[in-house]
């Protein structure tokens, strides 16, 4: 008989921190599986786009404080 999320949850939780990472990667892992074909690909594009125009000037990095700030006023 299968044990329920909780009963292996606990005994996760008597692993020690880099083995719970371990298996955290591990789960995380067989999600990514199911993502879009080319969604990795796609990611990366639009991060070396960022950083492209992070570089170039062409964009402003906003520090986080006063992003959070602007938030919190809408």
């Given amino acids: ?11 996760a939780m008597r692993l020690d921190p880099a083995e719970r990472a371990t298996l955290i990667r591990l789960l995380i892992d067989t999600l ?5 074909e080319g969604a990795e690909d796609a990611w990366r594009a639009e991060v070396e786009r960022r950083i492209t125009e992070l570089d170039s000037g062409a964009v402003e990095a906003v520090p986080w404080e006063e992003l959070r700030a602007r938030l919190y006023q809408r």
């Fill in 32 to 36: 990514d599986a199911e993502s879009e």
């Fill in 1 to 11: 008989m299968a044990r329920s999320a909780r009963e292996l949850f606990d005994e």
